[in-house]
């Protein structure tokens, strides 16, 4: 995690505080106010481990709004980004769906690999120039056996190994079309033809319509097109290419998973989530070589007896908890990872170090002290049904509120505007992204009574 004297890149930190403001979680700088999440963290660190020798993964990370599903995300994406890992992530909607007609399959498949990313690439936008990077890197291996360059012997020995992966590919369901593809990247690669190299680029991001379509514009042999129907086959077999060109997994994250739930005609519903169990088997049966699968949602999603995932009984008997799991105890290794409410130590910490990182990127001295923050912290506890309820989405956008009153109103101190009512928690968002989480108490993680002294000898690293 990084250090907190260490001088955060201006980009990174303005865009990062201006996220969290409005309540969206970072897509850069998430370690930054990485607090409190370290077991979980772990839990899915340890996937990837699994993911890199060869196995698959599927997660559930669950909780309510502003709980920190989507930040914790973020956050393992960019731990797997530096661990050798290619990543995308996609949010479901009324338009982006696992399973459906009319374009809803494939828009997900679309929105995947528009934000696919590696090491080299963080962005998005990464598959073609981990393409080029692979034939390159092949062509420096050629050359590095003494082949001359252009030379005859050198195209001959490239084209071999291309068709070594290609052949590999062959093997998996929609494996040949991808191995053709590849194969006409390459043709087109070597000669230049920008044309034909978009034409193949289209093909595998899913933007052909109908057959015919691709193979006027690839000019080749095509069997198909991905389509609504079978990109999750076409996610399965990009997890095997990745592993075969050097990188060590493929890690899918699909956030926004109520949107399953708000499905209201009951076999679309079902369909999706047919495919979640076809994508479970999958992952835990050794059918999806390479691939992690992780999907945000709420407790309403999982649960909900007549239109969450336990509505459909394949799913609820491998997602609900065992007769012997109670409230208090931990358990991260199942397929669900409810996130625990933070403790008051660590909101503490949070807003502790967020009011560092806006004293350096405004370049100001907050007239915040210990007992300001601990006081703000009881107040916002001290709410009904805070102790349960509250999320670290509102508390640090309320915060956010106060350090910038506060940095354009010199005159006015921390009691001023707090005590003023400014400081007023919101409730009833309905999106999903927020930093760090909620959803379950934390045994012993104390409550609103706390006194200031208490959140007070909390030690931070500032």
């Not at 092949?138 to 003494?146: C, P, R």
């Not at 009691?415 to 309905?430: F, M, P, R, T």
């Amino acid at each position: 995690m990084p250090e907190m004297n260490q001088r955060i890149p201006k980009r990174i930190l303005s865009g990062l505080l201006a996220s969290i403001s409005a309540g969206v979680v970072p897509r850069m700088g998430a370690p930054y106010i990485a607090i409190g999440r370290t077991e979980e963290i772990e839990a899915l660190l340890s996937d990837l481990e699994a993911v890199n020798d060869g196995g698959g993964s599927m997660r559930f990370i669950i909780g309510k709004y502003g709980s920190g599903k989507s930040f914790l995300i973020q956050l393992v994406r960019g731990y797997a980004l530096e661990r050798g890992f290619v990543t995308a992530d996609a949010d479901l909607s009324p338009e982006r769906r696992i399973c459906g007609a009319k374009g809803t399959g494939i828009a997900t498949y679309r929105e995947l690999i528009k934000n696919l990313a590696s090491k080299s690439s963080p962005d998005g936008g990464a598959l073609a120039q981990i393409i080029a990077k692979w034939l390159s890197s092949l062509q420096s291996e050629v050359a590095a056996e003494g082949l001359e360059p252009g030379s005859e012997p050198f195209v001959t020995r490239l084209t071999a190994k291309i068709y070594s992966v290609s052949r590999e590919l062959e093997s998996q369901i929609g494996g040949f079309d991808f191995a053709t593809v590849l194969t006409t990247y390459y043709k087109a690669y070597i000669n230049s033809d920008e044309e034909k190299k978009s034409a193949c680029m289209r093909w595998l991001r899913g933007e052909f319509s109908t057959k015919t379509e691709a193979r006027n514009a690839v000019g080749a042999a095509l069997g198909g097109i991905i389509d609504d129907d079978n990109w999750y086959e076409y996610i399965k077999l990009l997890a095997v290419f990745f592993r075969k060109i050097g990188y060590r997994g493929f890690v899918v994250f699909i956030d926004e998973c109520v949107n399953l739930y708000k499905i209201t005609n009951r076999i679309s519903r079902e369909n999706n989530y047919e495919k979640l169990l076809s994508m479970f088997n999958d992952t835990l049966q050794g059918k999806a070589e390479g691939l992690a699968l992780i999907f945000g949602g709420t407790p309403q999603f999982l649960e909900d007896p007549r239109r969450g995932l336990f509505s459909y009984e394949a799913l609820k008997s491998r997602l609900s908890d065992g007769q012997f799991q109670k409230a208090g105890f931990k358990n991260l290794i199942g397929p669900v990872i409810r996130l625990r409410r933070l403790s008051d130590d660590e909101l503490f910490a949070l807003i502790a170090r967020i009011t560092a990182l806006h004293a350096q990127n405004y370049n100001w001295q907050p007239r915040v002290t210990n007992e300001d923050m601990a006081a703000f912290l009881k107040h916002c506890l001290e709410r009904a049904g805070a102790d349960t309820m509250i999320t670290p989405r509102e508390i640090i956008r309320d915060y956010m509120t106060v350090l910038n009153i506060l940095l354009q109103n010199p005159d006015t101190s921390f009691a001023d505007v707090v005590g003023s009512g400014v400081v007023s928690l919101k409730h009833g968002d309905n999106d999903e992204d927020a930093p760090i989480g909620d959803s379950a108490d934390k045994p012993g993680s104390g409550s609103a009574s706390r006194s200031a002294a208490d959140f007070s000898s909390v030690d931070i690293e500032l």
